[in-house]
């Protein structure tokens, strides 16, 4: 019998037992550490931990604020900007052939992170679904976060544009 080891799955698994909200806790945070890619006035926008394909992050207000109609209109327009340009990034990074971009509000509606509203991007892939999530219960990624990481904040870098001020003293 073949064994894929998927070190990451025990943080995962174990991941419900952290103290406080993931996305306030990120704030406090060293944007390495916390794998924060960009940060605005009111928003950032980070790697999934746990991602569904490589790529995959997520843009958040950073207010705690559970409903997008919480939002004040400069946080939504901050957020909704982040938005276009993890995008604008993700496409010029990985080339995906499609993209899910969304939120999931409340924990019926799928939110692992309930209480702190935020926005999924997701690159997709004719080819990014195989038997292993199915049979195998595991998710075969095909690149490591720290390179992941490098990939986007570069993009980032190339597209600038609007959005791309950064919040001082974040390192």
């Known amino acids: ?9 025990m943080s995962y698994m174990q991941s419900g037992q952290s103290k406080g909200c ?3 806790n990120t704030i406090k945070m060293g944007d390495r550490d916390a794998f924060v890619l960009e940060r605005t006035e009111h928003s950032f926008m980070m790697l999934n931990a746990f ?3 490589s790529g995959h992050v997520m843009v958040a207000p950073s207010r705690h604020v559970r409903y997008l ?3 004040r209109e400069e946080e939504l327009l901050d957020l909704t900007r982040l938005v276009a340009k993890g995008e604008k990034a993700l496409r010029s990074a990985y080339k995906p052939q499609g993209l899910n971009i969304g939120m999931n509000l409340g924990k019926c509606a799928g939110a692992g992170v309930p209480g702190h509203l935020h926005v999924h991007i997701v690159p997709r892939w004719d080819a990014d679904t195989n ?3 199915v049979i195998g219960e595991t998710k075969v990624m095909p690149e490591s976060l720290p390179s992941t990481m490098r990939r986007i ?5 190339k597209i600038g544009g609007p959005g791309a001020r950064k919040k ?3 390192k």
Do not use: D, S
Not at 1 to 9: G, I, L, Q, V
Not at 153 to 157: F, I, N, Q
């Open 1 to 9: 019998m073949k064994r894929m080891w998927a070190e990451w799955r």
């Open 22 to 24: 993931l996305f306030c």
């Open 168 to 170: 001082r003293g974040r």
């Open 51 to 53: 991602p569904y394909n």
């Open 153 to 157: 904040k570069a993009a980032l870098r």
């Open 69 to 71: 109609h919480g939002l």
């Open 131 to 133: 038997f292993m999530p």
